[in-house]
């Protein structure tokens, strides 16, 4: 029997927000989506997006970023609609921060030491409830469009 394909929720919501937050932090950021990190000789990730905020100079003009040399990024986005996300994959790479969003629910997981921990904040943004604002806005973008989500959040005088 034939089935009708899913549709996919619109990404750029799980994506944006984080450049909405940066650029009125005054911050400046590289980002890549996606990209495919690995390490010589191990399986790679892909995740949907990656920020370089804090080493962002480090990589700037580079063709190829080779992460025996170069500094991972500070934080990867991983959008699990299709399939689930594996963390302990991310564990090799050291990105100080891994976001996971599934089913209205946004896992943010900081690597310590040697392993990762879920977090209730965010390091990047210690001052914004980020578990629940992103899943509110990704939420008003399924139901009544991302274009109208993506202009409430960026009209937010505070992130708070």
Same mark, same amino acid.
């Given at each position: 029997m034939f089935q009708f394909p899913t549709l996919l929720l619109d990404s750029s919501l799980h %994506?944006?927000? /984080? @450049? $909405? $937050? %940066?650029?009125?932090?005054? @911050?400046?950021?590289?980002?890549?989506? /996606? $990209?495919? %990190? @690995?390490?010589? =000789? !191990? *399986? =790679?990730? !892909?995740?949907?997006?990656?920020?370089?905020?804090?080493?962002?100079? *480090? $990589?700037? =003009? @580079?063709?190829?970023i080779d992460l025996t040399v170069d500094p991972p990024p500070d934080l990867a986005i991983e959008v699990d609609f299709t399939s689930l996300t594996d963390v302990e994959a991310y564990q090799l790479l050291k990105i100080p921060e891994l976001w996971v969003y599934r089913r209205e629910e946004l896992k943010i997981y900081l690597f310590r030491e040697d392993s990762y921990q879920e977090s209730e904040n965010s390091r990047l943004f210690p001052d914004i409830n980020i578990k629940k604002l992103l899943p509110y806005y990704v939420e008003l973008g399924w139901n009544q469009g991302s274009s109208i989500a993506l202009r409430q959040f960026e009209a937010l005088e505070n992130f708070s």
């Open positions: %994506l944006t927000t /984080p @450049k $909405i $937050i %940066l650029r009125r932090q005054g @911050k400046d950021w590289q980002c890549f989506d /996606p $990209i495919t %990190l @690995k390490m010589p =000789g !191990e *399986a =790679g990730v !892909e995740p949907d997006t990656c920020f370089y905020i804090d080493n962002r100079q *480090a $990589i700037l =003009g @580079k063709e190829r």
